[in-house]
């Protein structure tokens, strides 16, 4: 079974200051998705971010990029030019891409990201 | 505009009586997916289904139950048999294959006293 570790519980940065969010997983599989989506205190799970396996290239959203590292395993989220609105849980998340795979996605516990003006 | 309706967004029940959930969506999405959400516990997986009159359990299936009638719509009961059933509740829809990310409802948080 995969599972996805967010081990840092809370982060705080500087608003206009970047910051990297941390996301581990575990899976025997070579073909996946991981996803990244923020919670803000109105608790409605938006997505902020895709990332497919089997593209090299990081995906970048504004000012949210990835950092994939397939062979480690790792995929940190960071976020450039912090806002206000920034504030919010982030959780990761992992969906197996194989043929005839349901559609669930595995959650990592969160992390609170709060945002000093 | 197509999205995920959830309501109430707060609902309050007494111990020992059952209660459903609404989820609606208009994504013309086939899978859909309950969500339990308690502080320090990530969301968990209570019930999905990927095309109506199917569902499975997840990983948090005793005390609830499902039904899927209509492409659209995946009420969930939580019963007296749920131990602890106070929480905050998601619903979301993805479609089936592809990326299969999934969007979200509002949320309803649920409160047994």
């Known amino acids: 079974a995969q599972t996805v570790t967010q081990s840092q519980p809370e982060m705080s940065v500087q608003e206009a200051e970047t910051v990297t969010l941390s996301c581990t997983y575990d899976?025997?599989?070579?073909?996946?998705?991981l996803f990244w989506y923020k919670q803000p205190p109105s608790r409605q799970m938006i997505l902020v971010i895709r990332?497919?396996?089997?593209?090299?290239q990081n995906a970048t959203e504004n000012r949210f990029s990835v950092n994939f590292q397939k062979a480690a395993k790792s995929f940190s989220l960071k976020i450039s030019d912090s806002q206000l609105g920034d504030a919010a849980m982030y959780f990761c998340?992992?969906?197996?891409?194989?043929?005839?795979?349901?559609?669930?996605?595995?959650f990592g516990k969160g992390i609170t990201l709060s945002v000093r003006p | 505009d197509g999205g995920i309706t959830q309501s109430p967004k707060y609902l309050f029940r007494k111990e020992g009586q059952n209660v459903t959930l609404s989820c609606e969506q208009n994504?013309?999405?086939?899978?859909m997916y309950w969500y339990r959400q308690d502080p320090g516990q990530g969301l968990r997986l209570i019930y999905y289904?990927?095309?109506?009159?199917?569902?499975q359990k997840g990983d948090i299936a005793e005390g609830y139950s499902v039904s899927r009638e209509k492409k659209e719509s995946f009420p969930l009961t939580v019963t007296s048999a749920q131990k602890n059933p106070t929480a905050f509740y998601l619903c979301?829809?993805?479609?089936?294959?592809?990326?299969?990310?999934?969007?979200f409802g509002p949320g309803t948080r649920l409160t047994v006293t």
């Open positions: 994504l013309n999405h086939d899978a």
């Open positions: 990332q497919e396996a089997y593209k090299q």
């Open positions: 998340a992992y969906r197996s891409a194989l043929d005839g795979a349901n559609s669930k996605l595995t």
């Open positions: 979301a829809s993805s479609i089936v294959g592809g990326s299969g990310e999934q969007y």
């Open positions: 899976t025997s599989e070579s073909d996946y998705y």
């Open positions: 289904s990927q095309i109506v009159n199917d569902f």
